[in-house]
């Protein structure tokens, strides 16, 4: 299994200054680059990947958007995410992850964004300049939607579930989504939350994906759309 920790980092993270513990998974037929804040402390991993913690609902989403099982990808008796199952489903589908931050500071000692100083931002330019397939970003937390919106110059910062084109020299064509944070603190079901990822990544990967629920149906795409 490959692993994508950045030993390097994790070795220079010393007097309270965190440096990302895992390298850009950057596939290259990439159309979605999923873009958070910061990884959670190591403790609270059950995997080397993004979206690492257990009651974080992000890989069940994916499954139930995708193969109609929203534990597709979970390891039910080790209370662990199948990580070879979702980086192979990652490559294929095209979906791109790394974080809006290199180097942070923990104000507390808690997973929360709003206690994230960001010590060194991510060169989101040079990771857009890697991917020549990306069609959007995705944000679903306002610390890296801030934080994305302030390095490449955007104005308005999107609300959720709504998107706004990227500037000139930053991903012809492409455009910043913000959908609803997938840890189980944001105050949305997870049926809505389904539906919500489902309109946005149906419409980036022109896939048709299954609904919350099956009598949703399939979500059509609507290219073009500003509103999910």
Known sequence: MTSYL???????????????????FLPENAKVLFLGSFPPQRKRWCMDFYYPNFI??????????????????????????????????????????FDTSLA???????ASDKFLEV?????IRALIK??????????TGE????TICTSLGISEIPKVNTSTALPSGSGEGAVLYRLPSSS????????????????????CLELRVR?????????PLAIGSKTL
């Open 119 to 123: 010590v060194e931002p991510t060169d």
């Open 130 to 139: 890697q991917l020549p397939h990306l069609r959007a970003i995705i944000t």
């Open 211 to 219: 609904a919350a629920t099956p009598h949703f149906g399939y979500w």
């Open 104 to 110: 942070i500071r923990r104000l507390q000692d808690n």
């Open 6 to 24: 950045n030993h390097e980092n994790i070795a220079r993270s010393k007097d309270g200054v965190e440096y990302h513990p895992l390298r850009p």
């Open 143 to 146: 610390k890296a939607t801030e």
């Open 56 to 97: 974080n609902d992000h890989w069940r989403i994916e499954g139930q958007l995708f193969f109609g099982d929203k534990n597709h990808f979970v390891d039910l008796k080790n209370k662990r995410f199948k990580i070879d199952e979702i980086v192979a489903f990652c490559q294929e589908k095209g979906l791109a992850f």
């Open 184 to 203: 189980r603190a944001y105050p949305l079901s997870f049926d809505k939350k389904v539906e919500a990822y489902g309109k946005c990544l149906g419409e």
